[in-house]
């Protein structure tokens, strides 16, 4: 019974989706969640790319043909290579600095 009235409490206190207030109606601040927990790690040693670019159009992505073709772990050339996730490229990440346009559509390897 007092779980429902504390959640219609709290319904009622949400207002909107970014603002949330206490007890006393002052506002909670909600600390943002970064969209990256982890960033590319080749901005660090070649510095930012073009505005806007992911890695998913560079010519440097790329990831090994396995047995099972749903399996697919980018790697970036410019980065060591190895079998391991440590070095897993995320295709979302910003670009790098040495970020090269692919023109032709991309089937791995
Ligand atoms: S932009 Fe290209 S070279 Fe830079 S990290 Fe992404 S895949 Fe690698």
């Keep these: 019974m007092l779980g429902r009235k504390l959640l219609v409490l709290c319904a009622f206190m949400k207002v909107s989706n970014e ?17 990256q927990a982890e ?10 790319g073009p505005e806007g670019q992911t ?7 790329r990831y090994p043909i396995r047995r099972n073709p749903k399996q697919k772990f980018w790697k970036c050339d410019l ?8 070095t897993d490229h995320r295709v979302s ?4 600095g040495r970020y090269e346009a692919r023109t032709e559509e991309y089937h791995g390897g």
């Design 19 to 35: 603002m949330i207030f206490d007890w006393f109606g002052n506002p909670i601040e909600i600390p943002q969640q970064p969209t």
């Design 39 to 48: 960033p590319n790690p080749c901005i660090a040693v070649y510095g930012n």
């Design 55 to 61: 890695c998913k159009g560079c010519v440097h992505l």
């Design 79 to 86: 980065r060591k290579l190895t079998h391991g996730r440590a």
């Design 93 to 96: 990440w910003p670009a790098c």
